[in-house]
């Protein structure tokens, strides 16, 4: 049905940067919603970033002013540059869609994660 591609993670020094992209394709009519989520080890899973369909971004305290949120709707890929990263930052990053589909099923979706590392 959807199949969300997520990649650009990696290991970094701490303030460094990294963009990580996440690719949506599958019978979609419309992507509603677009987020971030990340989950440290032994942590839970926690909002990182979001952006609606008309482009109104929100984002955790932990991040606003180092992450920027962003979409290309002709794609169906979600963005998300992080500056000025730090060791808390290290987490597996999940990204997460609302759509509806052809079919006019609508429902949340989730990505396999992409692992950010980064060291101190």
């Known amino acids: 049905q959807v199949r969300l591609v997520e990649s650009g993670g990696g290991s970094v020094q701490a303030g460094e940067s990294l963009r990580l992209s996440c690719a949506a394709s599958g019978y979609i009519l419309v992507t509603h919603g677009m987020y971030w989520y990340r989950q440290a080890p032994g942590k839970e899973r926690e909002f990182v970033s979001g952006?609606?369909?008309?482009?109104?971004?929100s984002y955790a305290d932990s991040v606003k002013g180092r992450f920027t949120i962003s979409r290309d709707n002709a794609k169906n890929t979600l963005y998300l540059y992080m500056n000025s990263l730090k060791a808390e930052d290290t987490a597996t990053y999940y990204c997460k869609i609302d759509c509806r589909l052809d079919s006019g099923y609508r429902a949340a979706y989730w990505g396999q994660g992409t692992q950010v590392t980064v060291s101190s």
């Open positions: 952006i609606d369909l008309d482009g109104s971004t």
